[in-house]
């Protein structure tokens, strides 16, 4: 372990469940575009400390939030690869998992 700070210890940072997992694919996804934590809030019109949460894996992000997300990732980050929410998560693994329904159409 390496000693930052005060000394204290601190631990690989290790996936430990499907939140933390979502979390940690939208932190790579987002620092490889050049995005930062608050401009990826604004544009998902969330408080930074909300992005944070879901970025730590301390918050469950819903299945509309996710799709802002990854529409977020595909819009500023236009020269590069597509990304779809089903890629970073099942919908079944997001707050109310299962189907949604969006303006008429199952997502």
Not at 44 to 51: A, D, E, F, K, N
Request: charged letters at 25%; one cysteine or more.
């Amino acid at each position: 372990m390496n000693k930052v700070g005060r000394g204290k210890p601190v631990k690989p940072r290790v996936v430990e469940n499907s939140d933390q997992r979502i979390g940690l694919t939208l932190r790579t996804l987002r620092l490889d575009r050049g995005i930062t934590g608050t401009e990826m809030a604004d544009g998902m019109r969330i408080s930074p400390s909300m992005y944070d949460h879901y970025e730590a894996g301390r918050r469950r992000i819903t299945w509309e939030r996710l799709q802002q997300a990854t529409w977020f990732l595909n819009y500023r980050g236009s020269n590069s690869v597509s990304v779809q929410p089903e890629a970073i998560a099942l919908p079944s693994e997001c707050a109310g998992g299962g189907l949604t329904v969006i303006e008429g159409e199952a997502a």
